[in-house]
């Protein structure tokens, strides 16, 4: 139940942040909007860090494989392409092909059992979930 609950605090935390985002841009920069979400992010990060276990720095050198540390260079581009697409689509368009594009390619990972992942075998229910879903952004985007 724990992690349903976070996932959906998660999406609504996204949604949230995009809007926000893109509202920054829209008075500053795409970049300079970028910049201070990273850092904002990272000063809480830090402060987190003060007040809880405090594990050594060093210890994200020993990570393996490497690229595994690429996940903040990555972040930085969701911001961006979060801020485009909402400023482009509206925050209800952008988000449900952001969802969409999330579970395509969660699904591939654990098909693939790439990055770390287990590899998952393939079921037409969760093909079929995502076609459902997809048809639902036609629905949703469909103007008469």
Known sequence: MWGILTALLSGALMSIQGVFNTNLTKQTSLWLATGWVQITAFLICVGAWFFTGRE?????????????????????????????????????????????????????????????????????????????????IILFKWES
């Open 56 to 136: 050594p720095i060093g210890k994200l050198m020993t990570a393996e494989p490497k690229y595994i540390l690429a996940g903040g260079v990555i972040g930085a581009f969701i911001t961006i392409t979060v801020i485009q697409s909402m400023a482009g689509l509206g925050p209800a368009k952008a988000a449900m092909l952001i969802v969409i594009s999330q579970i395509v390619v969660a699904y591939l990972i654990e098909l693939l059992g790439i990055f770390g992942m287990e590899k998952a075998s393939f079921e037409w229910r969760k093909v079929i979930g995502m076609a459902v879903a997809i048809g639902g």
